[in-house]
């Protein structure tokens, strides 16, 4: 039985790590009131209209994030699979540079391009940019995602199908690709959410409304709020990956089937 | 003129050439399959005409028009893949009808086609289920209702059993057959499998290394294979190291036993070292053939109880002969070790050149038999 | 006592049995398959063998040692995996002589071992190759000579054949027999495919639903088979509908011809509707037999070339029926339309009850012959 | 022709949309000195006593963060892949966690936590609490990596022919899996690398003296040195790619032969 204990051993180590910080974070956030313990600290961040407003401006963001990234890497990664597999190599690098290239750095790069443009002359512009920072931020995450999507399909196979059946590119991309890569695309989207919903950098730089940026003045300036705050954004978070799980079930059982 | 017909076809990729003087008439209603190893460029051919690859010369007509530029989408081409290629997002009956979906059918007369095609694989009962419900052999039926939903002008099926298991395999080969007679459909067949070509075809393309090496039924590429490849690839064979004896009146030797072969061997002169090719079910065991025989004795060196058929392996000296017989519970089959003499007409001999040219005797009769 | 002795070996998960009342002793030297159709425990029984499962109840006796409990990796087995499995991180020869680097033999004789083993396997000089750079057979060759090199007590097979082309899967088959015949290796073969089974065994076990249908050796699993399930599942069978006319003397008749079964039929009364089972090798052309026989007309529906075979399928009225005849080139075969009449000994039939219980006329006949 | 031009024109699109700014600010960094272009700022960052030892701090940092996750994760992914396939989405939702809780509730959390202990007492202390964060955070990217570089081999198979040739589980391990993965954990570490040199939070809030926190100081408090360190980390990362490609081109061919 020694076998068995030392993986599920190193599997408790792990989600203790994990899970006694979250548990002390909810404890604290309880004890807003000295001597009891009360959702005090939660009432006052859903009370906040700051609160409500800057995550209804992230929530946006997000999402806009999504839609556009997947309206331009979908095609991109059906098309390189298809045709141009040569460069794959290429895209794998530009997958990293997120990660290599500090946000400060992209941010201020971005900005001075980009200056004198109404990218950075007016509100709008401002978001445009920001939208675009995170597509950017969140290209590693829906590429990989969709790429990987597409390897669980034969697409040279489907597309072919499709040809002899008389779809063109477009009905190709809209009735089969897509369909079949949607909960892979929903894996990546999710990321991009949490990503969005949580980045401060380049949202404080661009001086934007952002949930990020308001999570991190609340957390230096208030005690208990923050603590209630990150498990508020973790319920969300549960809540969201139990969507997406419902969501994806029908989906995933018929792309996942016998090949 | 041909309802499809591959006018002085060619494909390279590179400097490598895939298929090359391709030049084959299909008439309406034809099952013609396409028949070689890996990489003979059949599959090639059949991507051709289905608009997949353009060809890098000469042309292909179909029902009198030149597709040779149009695309894929436009061909009215049905398509049958190795993988199944069933979209995984739509049920059975979408998958059926997409093809009619796309070209705005109205919505009754959809409904009314994918359940006559329904009926016609035996799946009524399987329109809701997904791909991934299915088995390999329902999947690749489904495939071929939704090749046909769109009723082209070709069915195009590339190594559509390859997947399958042998039970499988053969039972769907029995019903693609029945489908295309019954729809009556000029269908192209892309196969590795012998067996399976002969099973299904009117005719055969044999192929290897991007050329057509004989186009016949399978009773003439099986009996008559023009060329030393088709001899072995189609089928199996004895070859048996010979020396030709009296080339005029067709004598060879085999280990000092006299052979006399059906034809003079014009093309060998006497002392030649030859190969002596012989079908193992043209093989009896001494007694069972009345007429002018040829005998070959030697040791029972294997046997090897196949079901339905035995096959015997004999030792000669420095040649081995494999033969078959049918399987009787009656009847014990040779021991390994006993002594043996089995024997074979004159006119199952064919007599192959040392060299790897096409040998003679048997396009002689390939002719005859053409 | 046998080298390995299976002794009432159950395997259930949860609440589903995959195997039950399993009984086997395999002498040293013999080669066993294991067949039947995917779910029937075939490979859950190999894998007890193996020690990868372990038995709900039941002992396991390897040379006279009762493994049951003793983990896989002390058993001292050798196994080859549909997969190949062979580890790509390592050369052929690393791959060959992991097993005794694991034993800690001195490097000396690993080298000399796996030697020997490439050429076992006629691979001498693809020790340094990757299994990446190898065929599909050639890595299961690999995966053999691996499996051989640490002389296990027990050779086990796992549908080693199921991922290759026919032609490959044909020639192969013979290697794995010779070189297990010349090592003289105790093994067990797992296979859906009956005809692999045939071709490679001393003794077949046919399973069903995770119990033993059959132990016999080809020849009577094929010709004599104990079940109704081993006779459908091993070889083809044509099955008539037909009634008995006369049990003591054993006539029947189909649709009015009558036939003439070599046995009475204890099992039943005048007027029964039974099953005739005719092995379509068993029937011939009108006048290809010259004792007492069976007779049956009807026409020809369908005829298929198959190469060395042509199967020809005859409708009568009710019953369709079909035989095989060898190809014979000088011959033409039936044609679709004709009427014919074709003939088969009474040794040839079989009489199936309708229902699924064994057919006693079968068990009889298995019974004299085993 | 229509149909090659988008799939190009998108890539083009993002290629420039990458490319540039980074052009822009290699261009600014050359400009430290008025009127010419120089690698002034590049020699003052790298004779900066700072930038050596913030480096080397962190390169060490990145590397016991790498090797642990590689021990602990090779073994767990293996296990639960092999046995404990269920466990697999607990695990998922695990990975996504360094997303969705923010690194300022971690630390804090994990401070609280571990606090009054040697963890937080101690500099060594500080420093093995620096990696255990820097784990957690790697953990999606190096979980998935294995994850997915097992799948690409029969795992399962590999294990039985392993086992039936006499061997134990160390042995499969260390001569079967561990070989076998090398590649996948390559590309894992590669990104752990990248997040653990850039990472400020984190390393800022356990007053470490790593790169991230050097990076950023230098941001606020020079002009021209921020983007000449950018290209620099840039560069590094070409030449680690490079050796990382070079490093795993034997090893991928093998493990993505035919199968």
Known sequence: ?259 | MAFLELVNVRKSFGASVAVENFNLAVERGEFVSFLGPSGCGKTTTLRMVAGFEKPTAGRIVIDGVDVTDTPPNRRNIGMVFQSYALFPNMTVADNIGFGLKIARRPADEIRARVEELLRIIHMSEFGRRYPYQLSGGQQQRVALARALAIQPKLLLLDEPLSALDAKIRASLRQEIREIQRQLGITTIYVTHDQEEAMALSDRIVVMSRGRIEQIGTPFEVYNFPATRFVASFVGTLNLLQATVVDAAIGLVSVEGQSIRVARPLTQHRSGDAVSLALRPELIALDGQINSEVNRLSGTVEDVTFLGSIVRVRVRLSANKLHFDLFNNPQLRPPQPGSLITVQFAPEACLVLGEDASPAHPMSASAAQAA
């Open chain 1, 1 to 259: 039985m020694l076998k068995r204990f030392w993986p599920w051993f190193w599997f408790t180590v792990g989600a203790m790590y994990f899970l006694v910080p979250l548990y002390a974070t909810f404890d604290f956030s309880l004890r807003a009131r000295r001597g009891e313990l009360s959702f005090a600290a939660y009432a006052n961040v859903l009370n906040d209209i700051k609160f409500v407003e800057s995550f209804w401006f992230s929530f946006q963001t997000a999402l806009a994030t999504i839609v556009i990234s997947a309206l331009v890497i979908v095609p991109t990664a059906y098309w390189v699979q298809l045709r141009l597999p040569r460069l794959r190599p290429v895209i794998e690098f530009f997958t990293l540079l997120p990660f290599v290239v500090p946000a400060v750095v992209l941010v201020f790069s971005l900005a001075r391009t980009y200056s004198r443009t109404p990218l950075t002359d007016s509100r709008e512009g401002l978001w445009v940019l920001l939208i675009g920072s995170y597509v950017i931020l969140s290209f590693p995450y829906m590429y990989r995602a969709v790429d990987t999507g597409l390897r669980s399909i034969n697409i040279h196979d489907l597309t072919e199908a499709a040809q002899s059946l008389g779809a063109g590119w477009f009905t190709i991309l809209a009735r089969v690709i897509f369909p079949n890569v949607y909960t892979a695309l929903l894996s990546g989207a999710f990321i991009t959410f949490a990503i969005v919903m949580g980045e401060f950098t380049i949202a404080a730089l661009l001086a934007q409304p952002a949930f990020g940026p308001y999570m991190n003045r609340l957390a230096s300036s208030r005690v208990y709020e923050p603590s209630a705050l990150a498990i508020i954004s973790f319920a969300l978070t549960w809540a969201a990956i139990a969507a997406i799980q419902w969501i994806g079930q029908g989906a995933q059982a018929r792309v996942a089937g016998p090949r």
